[in-house]
């Protein structure tokens, strides 16, 4: 008995020492690496608080093991130390309640200050104009339009470095998130309705980006790959874009409105939001509309094994 | 509460003709005056809490006694109204927003509404 | 509708469960035949509206769909572990991962605690029986009928794929044809129906049945509980019952609320959902520091630290619980103000709870603990729910939410809460009252082993979630990227662990049943409440004499004046409800009838639904008022089970 | 339980169970509270949305409305009468009122349905819109539970001809006209919030 008692102790005191552990390793983390201002912020916030929860378990690690270790029942204890109608101490409950109400208050702060930051531009590229791209997710791929360049992808997103991008999101059908976990946290993408996210990218690379919602079958391989390049890079890529991808015609897009999953990117030189915008109250049931019957079917998805990975 | 020994039902008929005037009153109030709509909506809906207020209390003998109930009813009644408060505001509060459901015009009536609703809570 | 389409087929494992429960079902038939029990079940069980068997029925059905959920879990833990096998399809892992989190909350984690609430309830508050027996059997079999309903649904109609929360429009009729979204509807409607009636229930038998001298503040920590639990219930199940019901009406009756035709909002689903879904939790939570409280007071042989202080923190809480489902969707973007809101409102949960944590500390100081099985869990919880908590908060921070949210981190913090809390509190509260229910204690040493398998088992699961999460793992993927594989791995193993801690658990509880010492006593653990103070296995009209208890711990003050509850001079006749088949019958009616609707058989739904009303109206004209036990009978009972 | 009876006071009261079933009725009665707003929240959060379909201030007539909120007004009323009287330990002067009372409840019942049927012919049902969803689904919930309440109160009325006045004809009664009064105040609101300001909005 005694023995299995010290063994569960060992292992209790392991777990706050496991926790400082893996959080020395944890810069590999993709949220807590993030490649820009917005998840910057967030990570900053959330290892502001992971302090404070770290006090609070091995605090409270300390006084269970203290109890538990010094209380037990062995034998030969005798009444020392044994008050078996001690029910109360104003003082001390006093002291534990407000502890964790400073706490709350002061982890309050940050958090509502960062909130009303994320919904503007990061101020680190305040001096440009953002990006705005509209992302709608459709069952199950992305669309990614750029009105200003009037040209419109697929499944992959190239953006400019060291400027904010206005996410305008949407859906045409069931409900999605928008993540792209090392640039900044999610936000529903919904039919009819649009959301406005900000993210930015300080260093160029490939991230990946995905559907943070469940939304049916293809919802796992719901993926995309953000190209973020420097500014010029950039514009050479939409120039590209524009003079070589073909244009979309309304009944290629009703096409691939249809409920699939689809592993190959396409690009487009112009926009479906000529046509469709489905944010707005207009374009809430287009697809709907047009593929009713579509969604009954099953894919039967399976896992394609690949040698590179499907994420590559 | 002596009513029920008495032959004739006073606080019933107290609160019957009230609760008609009160209704009288309020569609008055909605259709026949020249009221600002907040005004209106504020208005009657106080109305309908003191027609309420007679039911449970004129009529449904919310605090009797001999119940044996002791405050439970009155109690849950109340937790009951503030519980139908929470959800109707509070539904109100985090379901505006960005939502155009305006045939006309978009952005504009839409912002309008929220700030609305975020100056009534 | 063809057969075809009204049997599930095409699936390997589907077949398997389907052979399984005809095996089942015809062995159970044939052992209920051979030995002549029919009729024993009928009159002992099936008709019964005594609170104690009734729960032992909860408690039956819970472990079963323990079993059943923990069996779906098992399942997405090996897919997960080995991707490239293709064990589950994306269709089959998300029906796997939908029933998975509907059976644990609904019919799992509420029967087990509404089970050992009325056992224990009117036990510790000196009553002898609920004050509606008939509503409870009727609460029951609403319960049980609501939770086969949403089970058959594995073998026919095909189970519904949406997850537990099962958003709109994803759920709607245009995006989710068939059946399978309709069993969730009604499956969880049937069952919560009889929550609420429940939750009344309780309420009217804690406010009005206690033992005389018995005030609020005198009642048992659990009891205390129970009562807390039942405001959340009463009024947070009535939103549940109109969101269903609206979603029903959504896709069989074609109407808009939810959908994205028709100006349809669907994130009020979410809403609605999450208005009750979050006093939910807290309704499978608050039972469970309830029986903590008890269990820990008990084995630290100490009164409980700062009683009115864990009173109060419970009001808090469920206060507070009604004012933080935003927290739940703060990604759907309704702005930094709203956010900001409930982002402290939900931060502000933190203050009663760790009030709470630090009383049970303060409890075992200067106490003597014995390390029971039931201690063990109650301890185990206090480091685990520690862990689930602190993420909790940081979960609650809206900014910071919008990386956490739909991850693995969410994932493993509510299963830290959840599991730590609730299920151990189950196993605790049954291994605690154990003895009470069944006249025998489990064996130690086995529930040892199936603790220490459960709980290093659920640590190994869970923990390594929180990294993969924040690696930006989603919850709901049925395959995974190489990078996620190694803490994957891991957790399935942990699954293992924590699958072999339930099995040896239940072959506890056969191997207690066969070997363990009769109870003499009725007072098993040396206890301090009322439940204690009546003889084992409890009388059916639980007490003789009713005590009188205006003490903090009656029993404790009652062994210490030497009274017992069985005090020959004052007995007087007992009234007893008498048992009644139309519960059962009414409620296999309404079950008829929800399944036609399932299938949208609208006609036989009709008659089913008028089957329900002519039983309310039998049920009118019946004025049986039940029966006197005789002073001379209650006697002979006591005498027998005092050893007298 | 029916065995401390006692012996002065309302003969709903007397009995244990009676007070234990009125005192869960009134529980009940809060989780009604609960279960409509929960309609009206969903309502008011999908005012406006008609789509396609007229809006309210195009088909709500204030006649209607007005004539319905008064019979069911005086319904209430009666149905306090009838308890008065019971009270006075008059079952025929309980049975008369009570019959009153549901006769004008079967009134407002009926001008619901001429309601919802005129509705239906100018082109806003239950599938047209969300916001007509909501309206109808409200109204509806409210509109079945007079439903039941009078079918119960049929029932009751058969038990009350049978059996006089009993400590259970007597608990059953007062609860029905909890119940009655309460659908009464669950009308004021949606006359009120319904009714009234889809008008002037």
Same mark, same amino acid.
């Given at each position: 008995m005694k023995h299995r008692q010290q063994h569960w102790r060992r292992w209790l005191a392991l777990l706050p020492l496991s926790l400082v552990f893996l959080l020395s390793g944890c810069s590999e983390l993709t949220v807590l690496d993030p490649k820009g201002p917005v998840g910057q912020s967030q990570k900053d916030l959330i290892v502001f608080s992971l302090w404070f929860m770290l006090g609070i378990v091995i605090v409270v690690f300390a006084l269970f093991a203290f109890m538990v270790i010094k209380y037990r029942n062995r034998p030969g204890r005798g009444d020392k130390d044994y008050d078996p109608d001690l029910h109360g101490n104003t003082a001390i409950e006093i002291v534990w309640t407000v502890i964790p109400l400073i706490i709350v208050i002061i982890l309050s702060v940050p958090t509502v200050t960062t909130l009303f930051d994320l919904e503007k531009p990061p101020e680190s590229s305040g001096d440009k104009e953002p990006l705005v791209i509209y992302a709608t997710s459709a069952d199950w791929k992305w669309f990614f339009s750029y009105p200003e360049q009037n040209i419109e992808t697929v499944n992959y997103l190239h953006i400019p470095t060291d400027r904010a991008i206005e996410f305008r999101l949407s859906s045409a059908d069931s409900m999605a998130a928008l993540w792209i976990p090392q640039l900044g946290g999610q936000k529903y993408n919904m039919a009819g309705m649009e959301n406005t996210l900000y993210l930015q990218a300080d260093e160029s690379g490939t991230y990946d980006g995905r559907n943070g919602n469940f939304n049916g079958e293809g919802f796992t391989e719901q993926t995309f790959k953000v190209h973020a390049q420097e500014e010029e890079a950039f514009n050479d890529w939409v120039q590209e874009t524009k003079n070589e991808a073909p244009e979309l015609t309304q009944e290629e897009y009703d096409q691939l409105l249809e409920p699939s999953v689809m592993d190959e990117q396409m690009a487009f030189s112009n926009t479906h939001l000529k046509w469709v915008d489905h944010g707005t109250n207009e374009g809430r049931d287009y697809a709907i509309k047009r593929h009713r019957d579509a969604?009954? #079917?099953?894919?039967?998805?399976?896992? #394609?094994?690949?040698g590179d990975g499907k994420h590559d | 509460m002596a009513e029920h020994s008495k032959r004739f039902p006073v606080q019933h008929i107290i609160g019957f003709v009230l609760s008609i005037v009160l209704t009288v009153l309020a569609a008055w109030a909605a259709l026949g005056s020249d009221l600002p709509v907040k005004w209106i909506i504020a208005g009657i809906m106080t109305l309908a809490v003191i027609q309420v207020g007679i039911q449970l209390f004129m009529f449904m003998h919310m605090t009797e006694r001999e119940s044996g109930g002791g405050h439970v009813p009155w109690n849950m009644m109340f937790h009951g109204f503030v519980l139908a408060a929470i959800i109707v505001a509070g539904s109100l509060f985090t379901m505006s927003f960005g939502f155009t459901h305006d045939h006309d015009d978009g952005g504009n009536h839409q912002q309008e509404e929220q700030q609305e609703e975020h100056s009534g809570h | 509708m063809k057969l075809d389409e009204f049997f599930v087929t095409g699936e390997p494992l589907v077949y398997g469960g389907m052979v399984s429960i005809v095996l089942v079902t015809s062995a159970v038939i044939f052992l209920l035949t051979y030995f002549k029990r029919w009729g024993w079940l009928w009159r002992e069980w099936l008709t019964t509206v005594d609170h104690k068997k009734i729960g032992i029925m909860y408690i039956l059905s819970a472990l079963a769909m323990l079993f059943r959920g923990g069996m779906d879990a098992m399942m997405m833990r090996i897919q997960l572990a080995f991707p490239n096998m293709n064990f589950l399809n994306a269709q089959h892992y998300d029906e796997i991962f939908t029933t998975h989190g509907t059976i644990m909350i609904i019919f799992m984690a509420m029967p087990f605690l509404i089970g050992l609430m009325n056992i224990i309830v009117p036990l510790q508050i000196g009553a002898r029986d609920f004050a509606f027996p008939f509503v409870n059997a009727l609460s029951f079999w609403s319960f049980f009928f609501g939770a086969m309903l949403f089970n058959i649904s594995f073998v026919i109609g095909g189970s519904p794929d949406a997850g537990w929360t099962s958003y709109t429009p994803l759920s709607g009729a245009a995006m989710s044809p068939g059946p399978g979204q309709n069993f969730y509807l009604m499956g969880l409607q049937l069952s919560g129906i009889g929550t609420l009636a429940t939750g009344i229930n309780l309420m009217v038998t804690i406010l009005k049945m206690?033992?005389?001298?018995?005030k609020l503040f005198k009642m048992p920590i659990f009891t205390w509980s129970t009562l807390v639990t039942c405001f959340i219930i009463i009024f947070a199940f009535p939103i549940l019952t109109v969101a269903l019901a609206l979603l029903t009406i959504d896709r069989i009756f074609g109407a808009q609320f939810f959908t994205v035709t028709g100006e349809g909002m669907p994130m009020m689903w979410a809403n609605l959902f999450w208005m009750w879904g979050h006093p939910e939790v807290y309704i499978v939570i608050l039972p469970a520091f309830g029986i903590f409280s008890e269990v820990i007071a008990t084995f630290a042989r100490k009164r409980l630290f700062g009683y009115h202080a864990m009173v109060w923190s419970m009001i808090l809480i469920a206060g507070l619980s009604f004012l933080v489902w935003v927290h739940h969707f703060f990604t759907m973007g309704a702005g930094a103000f709203v956010n900001s809101v409930f982002s402290v409102s939900t931060m502000l949960i933190a203050v009663p709870t760790g009030v709470k944590i630090f009383n049970w500390l303060a409890t075992l100081y200067k106490s003597k603990i014995e390390f029971t099985t039931p201690m063990m869990w109650s301890l185990a919880f206090i480091p685990s729910f520690v862990l689930g908590g602190v993420t909790g908060v940081m979960l609650g921070m809206a900014a910071a939410d919008y990386q956490f949210h739909n991850s693995y981190f969410l994932i493993a913090h509510f299963h830290y809460v959840l599991i730590a809390g609730t299920v151990f509190a189950c196993f605790a509260g049954l291994e605690y009252w154990y003895p009470k229910m069944f006249g025998h204690k489990l064996n130690e040493r086995f529930g040892k082993l199936a603790f220490w398998f459960f709980v290093i088992g659920f640590h190994v699961t869970f923990f390594p979630q929180y990294f993969v999460g924040l690696d930006g793992m989603p919850r709901r993927v049925f395959y995974i990227i190489p990078e996620w594989m190694p803490l994957n791995v891991i957790s399935t193993v942990g699954a293992f662990g924590m699958g072999i801690g339930f099995a040896i658990f239940v072959f506890n509880i056969y191997y207690s049943y066969r070997n363990s010492e009769r109870e003499k006593t009725g007072d098993s653990w040396d206890g301090r409440t009322l439940e204690w103070a009546t003889p084992t296995p409890v009388p059916f009209y639980n007490f003789a004499t009713v005590p009188h208890a205006d003490k903090y711990d009656a029993f404790l003050a009652m062994k210490k004046k030497g009274e017992t509850t069985f005090d020959e001079e004052k007995l007087k006749p007992i009234h007893m409800p008498s048992n009644t088949g139309q519960p059962i019958i009414m409620m296999a009616i309404a079950a008829f009838a929800s399944f036609a609707l399932i299938f949208e058989w609208i006609t036989l739904a009709v008659i089913g639904l008028v089957g329900v009303l002519i039983m309310m109206g039998i049920r009118s004209f019946d004025y049986d008022e039940g029966y006197h036990v005789e002073v001379d009978e209650i006697k002979r009972i006591e005498r027998e089970a005092r050893g007298l | 339980m029916s065995a401390h009876e006692m012996k002065s006071g309302p003969l709903e009261y007397r009995t244990q169970e009676g007070q234990l079933s009125i005192l869960g009725f009134w529980i009940f009665l809060a989780a009604e509270i609960v279960l409509f707003s929960t309609l009206f929240a969903t309502y008011a959060v999908l005012f406006g949305r008609t789509a396609d379909a007229p809006t309210p201030g195009e088909l709500f007539e204030i006649k209607t409305v007005l004539i319905m909120t008064f019979l069911l007004l005086t319904s209430s009323f009666t149905c306090g009468i009838a308890i008065h009287q019971m009270r006075r330990g008059s079952v025929k002067g309980l049975i008369t009122w009570l019959i009153i009372t549901l006769v004008l409840g079967i009134g407002f019942l009926g001008f619901e349905i001429y309601e919802f049927i005129h509705y239906a012919h100018e082109g806003a049902t239950l599938q047209s819109s969300a916001f007509w969803s909501a309206f109808f689904t409200l109204a509806g919930t409210h509109g079945l539970h007079v439903t039941l309440g009078i079918g119960w109160a049929v029932l009751l009325l058969i038990q009350l001809a049978k059996r006089g006045l009993t400590p259970v004809t007597s608990r059953k009664t007062f609860i029905i006209s909890l119940y009655w009064h309460f659908l009464d105040v669950v009308w004021i609101f949606i006359f009120t919030s319904v009714y009234l300001i889809g008008m002037v909005v």
């Open positions: 969604y009954q #079917e099953l894919l039967h998805l399976e896992n #394609e094994v690949k | - | 206690r033992a005389p001298g018995m | -």
